[in-house]
């Protein structure tokens, strides 16, 4: 039931700009594996072989650790309306930070977001379609603003704050570059 393509074809790039959510996997050579999910408007289809999406300030900073050490990323999207699909975009990803001379030619394809910590850029390697048969229907009601809210509260002071305090290394000891382009 899987099929491989060798990037993004028209018809992947309608079904990922039409869903509301989607889940990025990404792992060290050693430790742990993350697996999030991601919304609130932050991915772009680039082309073919890129993607692009926006990520937010959080509890965690475990991707952008985890591109470290290995270049590696899956982004994966789900259907839960009445077609059955699921995509995977399979490829290389680097971080950007507001630092990066790249981020200022890439940060206004998104809306403003407080918060907004790293965009990262993907090579897409490989696409695979498979069945979806059994993931449930779901329907959506709408983004969540607790994110913007408590990004809003903090303010910029306390954002940098929170990135010093909490993303500075992955849940297994590794540094994320944050703060540091060295680390």
């Known amino acids: 039931?899987?099929?491989?393509?060798?990037?993004?074809?028209?018809?992947?790039?309608?079904?990922?700009?039409?869903?509301?959510?989607?889940?990025?996997?990404?792992?060290?050579?050693?430790?742990?594996?993350?697996?999030?999910?991601?919304?609130?408007?932050?991915?772009?289809?680039?082309?073919?072989?890129?993607?692009?999406?926006?990520?937010?300030?959080?509890?965690?900073?475990?991707?952008?650790?985890?591109?470290?050490?290995?270049?590696?990323?899956?982004?994966?999207?789900c259907s839960f309306t009445t077609r059955p699909l699921i995509l995977r975009a399979y490829g290389t990803a680097r971080a950007l930070h507001p630092r990066d001379a790249d981020w200022a030619g890439l940060i206004g394809l998104f809306p403003p977001h407080p918060g907004a910590r790293q965009i990262y850029d993907m090579r897409v390697g490989m696409v695979q379609t498979s069945c979806g048969y059994a993931v449930p229907f779901f329907d959506h009601a709408g983004p969540r603003d607790t994110l913007a809210k408590w990004a809003e509260g903090k303010g910029p002071k306390g954002i940098h704050a929170h990135w010093e305090e909490k993303n500075q290394t992955t849940i297994d000891g590794a540094p994320t570059g944050i703060l540091d382009p060295q680390a």
């Open 1 to 77: 039931m899987a099929r491989q393509f060798d990037g993004i074809e028209p018809p992947h790039r309608a079904f990922i700009e039409a869903q509301h959510m989607f889940f990025v996997g990404s792992a060290a050579p050693e430790g742990r594996v993350n697996i999030s999910p991601k919304g609130m408007d932050s991915l772009r289809v680039l082309g073919p072989d890129r993607i692009i999406w926006l990520n937010l300030t959080g509890s965690g900073n475990e991707t952008a650790g985890h591109l470290h050490q290995a270049d590696r990323m899956t982004l994966m999207w």
